[in-house]
């Protein structure tokens, strides 16, 4: 099939297509869709797009008046501003990313630009002053916007800078009979023979350097052709049908393949003024395109599209629309400049920008000094925030304490008794042995550098002892539950000590649940 297989270079090497839809001596079909063969279908298509994105045929010379330019060698920065890629037209674009976030981290990550527009977003934050009454209070500071970027954007970015140093370059290739276009095509022919192996390389050669088709070649530097993609364009339907999409085994799992994508992109928006992409891709081939922003759903006509291409037994018809005001080489620049945008809007309805200073109330955390609950109101940008002494009352749980001489509401004298019988319990719990001191560095030397939040029973009655650490039950709970969760981190499921962390938070939950009345849930 002419584009049953596909080349995924994100993943594993392909093969294209299925022995059984292709047999390797095969014959050649003598017509291709858009032949003569083809003309009584052509006649019968509907043309009620807009006429001024496509030239009326489906030759060179049509291509070259749908284009609307000379061709051009490489897509130079003036190619680029011509077609409205920059930060100033991508940030226009409504829509952030029709492909999907990349999951293979690239081969080197740059650190990511400054972000333009954070300054834009402090600039708007620092206009609102602060009220009056907080003249006396420590000034709050500003949080200052670096928006995490995904590994897409990182190696996007990586490839961009690739780009401008001349490492490597995306050229629109075509069969004009130039030298230079002649040797790409040639790379090509040699890159799609190689990694589509199940392809007849007569047929390869032929689509290659069909005069209809078009072709995206990634060059190094040294003008070594390691991949690319290669469609035949509609103009007068203003679609575009994927033939072949390869890159050489040895530079795969590097980005190359969305960056080539996103190029051939933008020479079938810009140069041929094609809306949609259509491909047939096998099965292991699916997964990359869908990452590209192709769907399996075809929005087109089907009067506009049938006829011109052929259907394959084994592959699955996917689309991809190409808006034609949508730079696809300028990803990481309006993703940046859309978060700009979007935390400028946030710090006009919202004070999540805002730093305030530390809390000194807890400073004697680690003295024997009864420390004394600080209120919530006191808390620094939590009025701000929207909370109320109102809402306090209405989310307060009412919480009941079992004693062996009856119930009472919990009060904090009532709690650390509580606390005191319960970690009591807890100590002298059979399965408790290796969880009532810390870990030993001399025993487990690695044993801190795994557990960033060490916790056992010698602490938690050391906090207890101190009278003002334990000032609510959960507190408790959770340093209790974190003494669990740290033995399993760091022993595997099947270590004696999982098996009694289990088994004493059993035992933890059953003192609790028969011990404990509460409104509201305990810790999880």
């Known amino acids: 099939a002419r584009s049953g297989g596909f080349m995924d270079v994100d993943e594993a090497e392909l093969e294209h297509p299925p022995a059984a839809q292709r047999p390797a001596d095969a014959p050649l079909p003598d017509t291709q869709p858009g032949d003569a063969a083809d003309e009584p279908a052509y006649k019968r298509v509907r043309l009620d797009w807009s006429p001024a994105t496509a030239a009326g045929g489906d030759g060179p010379a049509d291509a070259a008046a749908a284009s609307g330019a000379v061709k051009s060698e490489g897509d130079g920065a003036a190619g680029a501003a011509a077609a409205g890629c920059g930060p100033a037209a991508a940030a226009g674009v409504g829509i952030a990313s029709s492909a999907g976030e990349a999951t293979d981290p690239p081969a080197v990550k740059p650190e990511p630009s400054a972000d333009a527009g954070a300054e834009l977003g402090a600039d708007a934050a620092a206009a ?31 490839l961009i800078k690739q780009e401008a140093e001349g490492e490597i370059a995306f050229k629109y290739v ?24 199940n392809m ?37 339907q203003a679609f575009g049908e994927i033939a072949f999409c390869a890159v050489t085994s040895s530079e795969q799992v590097k980005g190359f393949g969305t960056r080539l994508m996103n190029h051939a992109k ?32 075809v929005t087109m006509d089907a009067e506009r599209w049938k006829g011109f291409i052929k259907d394959y037994d084994g592959g699955t018809l996917m689309e991809c629309i190409m808006n034609p005001k949508f730079c696809f080489t300028g990803f990481p620049d309006m993703i940046r400049a859309q978060r700009a945008a979007l935390d400028a809007k946030i710090r006009t309805i919202s004070n999540a920008h805002i730093i305030h200073a530390g809390l000194s109330h807890f400073k004697d955390t680690a003295s024997d000094k009864t420390r004394v609950p600080l209120p919530i109101a006191e808390i620094p940008g939590v009025r701000e925030a929207g909370w109320t002494p109102e809402q306090q009352a209405v989310g307060a749980a009412r919480t009941l304490l079992v004693f062996k001489d009856g119930t009472v509401e919990a009060t904090p004298e009532s709690l ?30 690695d044993y801190y550098q795994v557990i960033k939040d060490p916790m056992d029973l010698s602490t938690m009655e050391a906090r207890l002892r101190r009278q003002g650490y334990y000032i ?53």
């Not at 140069?271 to 399996?296: C, E, I, M, P, S």
């Not at 959770?478 to 962390?501: G, W």
């Not at 649940?513 to 509460?518: F, G, L, R, T, Y």
């Open 174 to 197: 075509e069969n004009d009979g130039s030298d230079q276009n002649m040797i790409y095509l040639t790379g090509l022919k040699n890159i799609f023979s190689k990694q589509l192996p």
């Open 472 to 524: 609510t039950l959960d507190i408790f709970v959770a340093d209790f539950r974190r003494i669990v969760e740290n033995c399993r981190i760091y022993n595997l499921p099947e270590t004696i000590y999982n098996k009694l962390a289990s088994k004493l938070e059993a035992s933890f939950n059953n003192y609790m649940a028969s011990h404990v009345i509460s409104d509201g849930p305990l810790l999880p």
């Open 200 to 236: 007849p390389k007569e047929y390869i050669c032929r689509l290659v350097f069909d005069r209809r088709h078009r072709s995206t070649a990634l060059v190094k530097r040294n003008g070594a052709v390691i991949g690319g993609i290669t469609y035949r364009a509609f103009h007068a």
């Open 266 to 297: 933008e020479h079938a928006r810009t140069r041929d003024r094609l809306t949609h992409f259509l491909t047939y891709a096998d099965n292991n081939a699916v997964g990359y395109f869908a990452k590209q922003g192709f769907t399996k759903e």
């Open 128 to 158: 609102t002053p602060p009220p009056a009454d907080d003249a006396d209070k420590p000034r709050a500071k500003h949080a200052e916007v670096k928006p995490t970027m995904g590994a897409y954007t990182l190696r996007e970015e990586y």
């Open 416 to 445: 650390q008794r509580f606390l005191a019988l319960a970690l009591k319990e807890m100590q002298r719990n059979d399965d408790a042995w290796p969880f009532r001191e810390p870990v030993s560095k001399d025993e487990v030397p």
